[in-house]
């Protein structure tokens, strides 16, 4: 038999988690392995401003046809907005060209596969430590990956000396992997000042920013947020962006997402998009129509656009009490090492500097369960959950 022949892949290692916690028998588990964000009730409700924008679009929709390859033109055009800003010079003169694409993954693929097929360089540099799906995602594509310092393991904070001097060896051409904020897995974000650095270091050495734009929304807000990236975009001619819609609005199953690719003029943008089109119909000819649609319906509507915004900052504002909760119930349980660092970090993850044996035991001995990097997701934790995480990690540390 052919097929014999195939080994069995590893189970991917923050998704094959979320198997193994749901085989797992006991009433008291948690996860706090995959990134999706919790209510106070431990629920992932669909947000009230989606539930209103898909009544609208059952009452109004009229066809399934096929959408175009790059999807649905309103949501392009909502999406550019979001990322660089209302009346953005840089939207204005045409240099921008967004498709729709399946989630934040669809769309880092097909930047891959454009930047392969239509750049000299075949090298990306991603920080270390970064998503665990990155490398995955680009050496499938066919790129290397080569890796830049990014963390400073025992000050729990941000190594930007490692990281300018790792990209120092950057070639022209070469590509640098960004998160626009709420690093994952560390939760530490450039500051401005260090964003400005960068960017002057991508202009000097002709390197190509793919900007991954998860969680926009879920650091300081919608527009500081996207601070970095129009910081970068004023200082570079070129670059790209891959964005999602999974954690901000709630819509991890829809698969909705945008690749967006910045050129130095309008002319080469239209002939950068026409690859990135090309590039889609050879994966998927075309993307699907509703999660761009909620998206679209939601941002073109004043008063559902505002509904949403609050419904983002009641998820942002939940996730930061969390992290002050977690700091304050760690040191009520009598816990000494410091872990302060958690409540100065954004997003929905912390890098909590727990071990791999560690991590074990709070899985085996507790039900907790992290990532064997000792990721943990902030954005699962509740009050109600968060006596028994903290009771459990007092024992293991
Ligand atoms: N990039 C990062 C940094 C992420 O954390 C995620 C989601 N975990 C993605 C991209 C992919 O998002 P999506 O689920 O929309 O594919």
Redesign the pocket.
Known sequence: MIFSQVVLAPADP?LGLTDTFKADPRQDKVNLG??IYKDEAGQTPVLQSVKKAEAILLEQEKTKNYLGIEGVQTYNRVVQELLFGEGSELVASGRAATAQA???????RIAAEFLLRNTPSRTIWVSNP??A??QNIFETAGLTVKEFGYYNASAHDIDFDGMMTDLANAQAGDIILL?GC???PTGIDLTLAQWDLVANLCADKQLVPLF?F??QGFGTGIEEDAAGLRLVASKVPELLV?N????NFGL?NE???AVTVVAHNADEAVRAFSQVKRTIRANYSNPPAHGALIVSTILSDAALKALWVQELTEMRERIALMRTLFVQSLKDEGVTQDFSFISRQNG??SFSGLNKSQVARLKDEFGVYIVGSGRISVAGMTKANMPAICKAIAQVV
């Not at 399946?102 to 880092?108: D, H, I, M, S, V």
């Not at 999602?244 to 954690?247: D, G, L, V």
């Open positions: 923050i995959v990134g399946p989630g934040g993954t669809g769309a880092l970064t998503w799906n990155h998160h709420c690093h994952n991954d998860a969680y891959a999602s819609f999974s954690k991890y698969r909705i997402g929905m993850f």
